[in-house]
């Protein structure tokens, strides 16, 4: 039978799931120039509306998969995990992760029987991304060739890598389009994109890290909590074994916001010399919850998590993490050598006006301010400053002196509007004691 795009978009338009072979058509005719922009942009617009169901959901991110290559395996045993997180503001447990379940899954399981291949994008808007955090490291590339990746997940059991033109293109395709049809907030949608690209990564195991709050892009806790289903359900289908934690996103996680701060602050937290109890946290429960899945059922998160605990308090874990930039070119001497000479930048703080218990320090507006002052891109070709951010001194829960700084911006030159954006920063103080929230608010494994 001879398929017809807007046939195969009125059905969707209509409410109705579409086969294997119609969707495949869609974006085989897509990707080969056939089928238009403006055919798979209504197409987008009708999954917006009618949704997917989770075969299709699985169905498309596979066929996105498939558009390109895999990182290639030997079939040696061993268990390749990662975790992927919707992101958020001050977060950068993907620099823990790595060297403290590498090294934690070593002395479990033995060298080279666990390998964590991390794939990771660039920020966008009000949070940061991976790939320019690691940057902040002079001389580190993300930009490996798979050849060199390949031999880095060989030699040291991880890398931490961008994506490559050949891993799931359709996704940037689609992405493009998604991005100027209104098509993003799009569960299905955001599914496939997220999965395609680690299916491409040959994963056995995922963690994914779910945000919701103000500094989320999914804010609702409600709609968060359906991406995790549908995130897990369709991975398992895919046979990744897979489990959601649903993280809060309404202050930034960590003392620290920015660059070149926040691998600062990875950097103290694995010398045990300022640990910020919600960074601790979600990192602990996302490290064991990659531990439980790499012993293959023989631990279960909380045993994970207490062999993460245990390892955490040995220096070996910030020896891994110094590896980890200093394999991909970066100079870690030389990062070190420009915090204290970057000791004395200009500095200015927000104060509180009132006194009582901090209730709220909007991680959204925080990550609009370290944006605004150049630590962020509102499109995906401006340029950032690395070293421009926020310390951030009161955290939820905390009692505030009328007066006392809430957070200090870090400059890298003195900057004109420092004042007018500050005061765009949303916080309050309530005379009553506050709650300290609770980060991690559920885990999804089934
Ligand atoms: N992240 C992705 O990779 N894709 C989406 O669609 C949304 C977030």
Known sequence: MKLHPSEIIKKKRGGEAL????????????????????QIAAFLMAVYFQGMTSEETGIWARLMWRSGVSLPRKDSGEFWVDKHSTGGVGDKTSFLLVPLVHNVCRRLFGDGQVRIPMISGRGLDFTGGTLDKLEAVPGFTSDLEMETAMGLLDRNGFFMMGQTADLAPADRLLYALRDVTATVECVPLIVSSILSKKLAESLDGIVLDVKFGSGAFMPEFSRAQTLAHALTRVAREEKVASVALLTRMDEPLGFKVGHQLEIEECADFLAGEAREPGLQEVTLALAGQMVCLASRGKLSPEQGRAECEQELEKREVLTTFIQMFESQ???????????????????????????????????????????????????????????????????????????????????????????????????????????????VEEVIDA
């Not at 086969?19 to 495949?24: D, I, K, N, Q, T």
């Not at 310390?391 to 007066?403: F, H, M, N, T």
């Not at 005061?423 to 506050?434: C, D, H, I, K």
């Open 329 to 439: 070119g970066g100079r870690w001497k030389e990062f070190k050598a420009q915090r204290y000479a970057l000791g004395g930048r200009p500095r200015v703080s927000l104060i509180s006006k009132h006194s009582g218990y901090l209730a709220k320090l909007d991680a959204r507006s925080v990550g609009r301010l370290v944006r605004n002052l150049g630590g962020g891109r509102l499109t995906k070709e401006s340029g950032i400053d690395l070293n421009v951010g926020v310390e951030i001194r009161r955290k939820v829960g905390d009692k505030v002196q009328a007066g006392e700084s809430l957070l200090d911006v870090v400059l890298s030159e003195p900057h004109p509007q420092v004042a007018t954006l500050l005061s765009q920063v949303m916080y309050e103080v309530q005379p009553a004691a506050v709650m300290r929230p609770r980060w």
């Open 19 to 38: 086969s294997e072979a119609e969707l495949s058509f869609l974006l085989d005719g897509f990707l080969q120039g056939q089928i238009k922009d403006y």
